[in-house]
């Protein structure tokens, strides 16, 4: 349930302040309520990517947290993300002041509950097919409303203020707060135990999956993938029917006939309700693209979209930004960076990789979070033991508390134990750029890896190779 302080009028054109400005999903938040007249303005820790997006659409951010802030912005709503502690001074001076506070999802939710919403939730996968899913309802001139948790290769942002009944947003269940939405269009591209500061169990995790598939409207639609066992338990248990996408033609929607192509890239057959409709191109790389793809295309026909015209916009569909994104390349050395920050996440994406570029594999891994790495430390091990070589860095705390006993090395051992000689921590990003540069020869391919700030490495390991050093 939404917070009582957010209660109030978002229509009305007012003062807000974000705490968190610089994360992904804030930013994109931030973007849309700028576009709807709002004065905005936020606050951050450290200065990033999104940063710079909001400030050249004119919003003031400052860095760090402080109740100035509330003299300085007269805010009259602040919105702050779940990893500010509500005890935190801003947040307890702005209640002193009776200034409305309220959590991104309070806000979120009520503009998209408003509209016939596209909801995409998934442990894994969800930024790249609410891109897709996005992308396919912009080609075919619905102007939907966007909000995605990483930013559109298509349209250069992560947020977007339409004028059509649609919005399609990407719905993060690391808080629970995803069961705030009601989708009209309801999306689950898997389910896996993930966040585990918040979900004690992988069952838990099933069960709030269930609840948000049952929160859709009425007369709502479901689209699932057959292929998943978290996606399967969950039926089971809640009941719920589905439009279910998966290989092969026994689903809803199917994919035959995968071939990779050369240099990146897949094209397989599409199929609908058993019977083959077309061939399709895919730009991007990866079997997981293409039941992300799936996906899209069955929302799309949900939304009364013709078939060509999705699958004209998919074939055009150049990524979602960190999402094995391409970097650069420097003396025929590959570099590319991915989000991914689950061992399932990392192994799709290495397959991905291999399957495209079979060359000899060097990632830099920058963990995330020190509960994720105490829980599947021994898993993040096991997928990274099928690279070559392996730079660890330290672990990206996301606000958490360090754990006595929890680092990198945890994970090191582990892969030593595996018998993968070639692996080390590195102290900081410029050891791990002279480590893998000093290490890679022509024909190899570099992959950074973590949903922490490692995004700038890659260019530096870029800078370096053409260097020569």
């Known amino acids: 349930m939404a917070s009582a302080d957010a209660v109030m009028d978002i229509n009305s054109r007012i003062n807000i302040h974000l705490m968190g400005i610089g994360g992904a999903g804030m930013s994109g938040l931030a973007l849309l309520l700028c576009a709807m007249g709002h004065s905005v303005s936020g606050c951050d820790t450290e200065e990033t990517f999104y940063v710079g997006k909001v400030r050249s659409d004119g919003m003031k951010v400052s860095m760090g947290h402080h109740r100035t802030h509330l003299d300085e912005y007269a805010p009259q709503l602040i919105i702050h993300t779940s990893a500010i502690a509500v005890d935190h001074p801003e ?27 596209v909801g995409i939730a998934g442990t894994h996968g969800k930024t790249t097919t609410s891109s897709m899913t996005a992308l396919v309802a912009e080609f075919a001139g619905l102007d939907p409303t966007v909000a995605i948790g990483g930013e559109m290769s298509d349209i250069g942002r992560n947020a977007k203020l339409g004028k059509g009944e649609y919005m399609v947003a990407e719905l993060d269940e690391s808080d629970g707060s995803f069961e705030m939405f009601s989708p009209e269009i309801a999306i689950v591209t898997n389910i896996d135990w993930d966040h585990v500061d918040y979900y004690p169990t992988c069952d838990s995790v099933v069960e709030a999956f269930g609840r948000f598939a049952e929160g859709r409207k ?54 609908r309700r058993g019977k083959k409709i077309d061939e399709v191109c895919l730009g991007v790389s990866g079997e997981h693209n293409i039941l992300n793809s799936l996906a899209a295309f069955a929302a799309g026909e949900l939304m009364d979209i013709p078939f060509e015209s999705s699958r004209g916009s998919l074939q055009r569909f150049n990524g979602a930004k960190r999402r094995l994104q391409y970097v650069g390349e420097s003396r025929d050395v590959l570099v590319y960076d991915d989000y991914g920050h689950h061992p399932r996440e990392i192994a799709v994406t290495m397959r991905a990789v291999l399957s495209v570029f079979p060359r000899k594999l060097h990632i830099v891994f920058q963990p995330h979070r020190y509960t994720r790495t105490q829980a599947l430390y021994r898993d993040f091990a096991s997928v990274l033991g099928g690279a070559h070589a392996v730079y660890l860095l330290p672990i990206f705390s996301a606000d958490e508390t360090p754990i006595p006993g929890v680092s990198s090395f945890m994970i090191l051992d582990e892969l030593h134990a595996q018998g993968l000689k070639d692996a080390v921590v590195c102290g900081d990003f410029q050891e791990a750029a002279e480590q893998v540069c000093s290490a890679v020869k022509p024909g190899d391919i570099i992959l950074t890896v973590g949903a922490g700030n490692i995004e700038s490495l890659g260019g530096q390991i870029v800078k370096r190779l053409e260097a020569g050093v």
């Open 91 to 117: 947040l307890i001076e702005a209640r002193k002041r009776e200034i409305k506070v309220a959590r991104r999802a309070d806000i979120l939710s009520t503009i998209f509950n408003a509209k016939r919403g």
């Open 218 to 271: 009425p007369g709502g639609h479901l689209i699932a993938c057959g292929e998943d066992p978290g996606i399967r338990a969950m039926l089971r248990k809640s009941g719920e029917k589905a439009v279910m996408y998966g290989w092969g033609i026994g689903w809803d929607w199917g994919a035959t006939g995968v071939t990779h192509i050369s240099g990146g890239g897949v094209k397989y057959a599409v199929c």
